[in-house]
């Protein structure tokens, strides 16, 4: 557990500009801390007796998981109670009755709550976690919050990136803030002083300087911090995304957990190679598929899906290289991704360069050296986890810093790492971070299995009867 003295200076500076700004843009690029950095200032604000509560709309992964268990990552913020309102209707409203500090919602369940909630608005500080979900002014979700924006004392956009489809993306959430203060009171009004319109009404320009009138006038309260500006452009960032398997899925691996604890207790030494091959059933499971013997495989969640599609939204648009190392998971990512493509020769690999693909699939070996990816994108995200550390590398090298440096790209290369909590998954990454060969990390993940308690009594789970069940 982290300690408040290990937050990064920029970090700081978010927390100061919600502290000192109750109604503000915080603009943060990607992996640099939005989540820890608002719930620091609202502690702040609330040891000060100045809120109470907080609400949060994100999108659903986002407001499941990634809000509640942040809070047990810092010392400072362990004792927040964050209680998401999401579920049946039946489960929403027992949320809302649960006392809290902390309280998440997904953007779907947003109009819900302003019906059951009416005029009343019981939260001092709401904060919209990817604020574009609301930068349409005709969209429902944003006439729900208009209704209503005067009433929270404090309201905070995150975003990082905040007009991914121009700077017309700026009116909406920012008239949440101040009743259209800075950017005029209707959209109208923003487009007629800032744009110009083509005849049929589709396409809006920016008039000549402009760009600088719309960003000066929402500076005061907009803070926007970029990874170059405090990072080594030259090392990629790692960030893990963590995906959480349902229940079932959860059966599953542990009926495959008992089995390769069998085959360990069989024998005195594992080799390597047997390792790796021990766990593939362990990592097919935690990557959403698992094979058959017939070859075909059964889909066991999506949760890795899920989460490589929050991965999307916050990244803007910017296109994504895709690293997969199941067939079944290229299989799943071009259903759930219609616009995703192969790499299987030249011809995509122009199109990515050139920027008409918005997400490349690669499998590590497919990738290797040679290849030069750096002028489609800057972020890799690796859906599987595998234990070859080389093909990673490989990967990461065919749009890494070096190449982005060579190309004239003077940007942050950014790595996610996604990874079903509590799995194989978390092993393997030890391994990639080179603190454990394939052996040593295939033992710890099976003193884990054998060791970890059941949630629901104190009987190690890979033997309790109710974990089974």
């Known amino acids: 557990m982290r300690s408040q003295a290990a937050l990064h200076d920029y970090q700081r500076l978010a927390v100061e500009h919600l502290i000192e700004h109750p109604r503000a843009n915080l603009f943060l690029g990607l992996g640099l801390g939005k989540t820890v950095s608002v719930l620091t200032a609202f502690e702040a604000a609330r040891l000060a007796g100045e ?21 047990q990552e810092w010392q400072h913020l362990s004792h927040l109670r964050v209680q998401p309102i999401i579920g049946s209707k039946c489960e929403r409203l027992a949320a809302l009755e649960r006392s809290a ?52 004392q404090r309201w905070t956009h995150l975003t990082g990136t905040p007009s991914p489809n121009g700077l017309k993306d700026l009116w909406a959430p920012n008239y949440l803030l101040d009743s259209g203060q800075r950017l005029m009171r209707t959209y109208s009004d923003f487009k007629t002083r800032w744009f110009v319109e083509d005849a049929y009404g589709y396409r809006l320009e920016l008039r000549d300087g402009a760009d600088a009138e719309i960003r000066n006038a929402i500076s005061d309260i907009t803070l926007t911090i970029r990874a170059e500006d ?41 080799e ?57 998971t290229a299989d799943r990512l071009r259903r759930a991704f219609p616009a995703a493509r192969l790499l299987d020769g030249e011809d995509v690999v122009d199109d990515w360069n050139r920027g008409d693909v918005p997400m490349l699939l690669a499998h590590p070996a497919s990738a290797g050296h040679g290849l030069n990816l750096q002028h489609g994108g800057r972020i890799l995200v690796f859906v599987d986890q595998d234990w070859d550390l080389e093909l990673a590398q490989q990967i990461i090298e065919r749009i890494g810093p070096t190449r982005q440096l060579q190309a004239g790209y003077d940007r942050q290369v950014y790595v996610y790492h996604i990874a079903a909590r509590g799995t194989i998954d978390e092993d393997v990454q030890e391994r990639q971070r080179g603190k454990a060969d394939v052996q040593e990390a295939l033992l710890a993940a099976m003193r884990r299995a054998r060791d970890a308690p059941c949630p629901r009594c104190a009987v190690p789970a890979i033997t309790c009867k109710k974990s089974q069940a």
């Open 51 to 71: 809120v109470d509560t907080m609400l949060v709309l994100a999108p659903l992964r986002v407001a499941q998981s990634v809000w509640t268990r942040e809070p």
């Open 101 to 152: 500090d902390v309280y998440t919602i997904n953007y779907e369940n947003w109009l819900w709550l302003c019906e059951h909630l009416g005029r009343r608005m019981p939260f001092d500080w709401i904060v919209t976690d990817e604020a574009t979900r609301l930068k349409k002014p005709s969209g429902k979700r944003f006439r729900a919050a208009k209704k209503r924006h005067k009433l929270p």
């Open 230 to 270: 405090y990072l080594d452009v030259r090392e990629p960032v790692h960030h893990t995304v963590y995906a959480d398997m349902p229940a079932q899925a959860w059966r599953v691996y542990r009926d495959l957990e008992r089995q390769m604890l069998a085959e360990l207790d069989s024998a005195e030494e594992v």
């Open 272 to 328: 390597a190679v047997s390792a790796a091959a021990l766990t593939m059933k362990t990592r097919q499971v935690a990557s959403g598929a698992v094979y058959t013997d017939d070859g075909s495989y059964e889909v066991v969640h999506d949760a890795k899906v899920e989460a490589l599609q929050s991965i999307v939204e916050e990244s803007g648009g910017e296109p994504l290289l895709v690293a997969y190392h199941f067939r079944s």
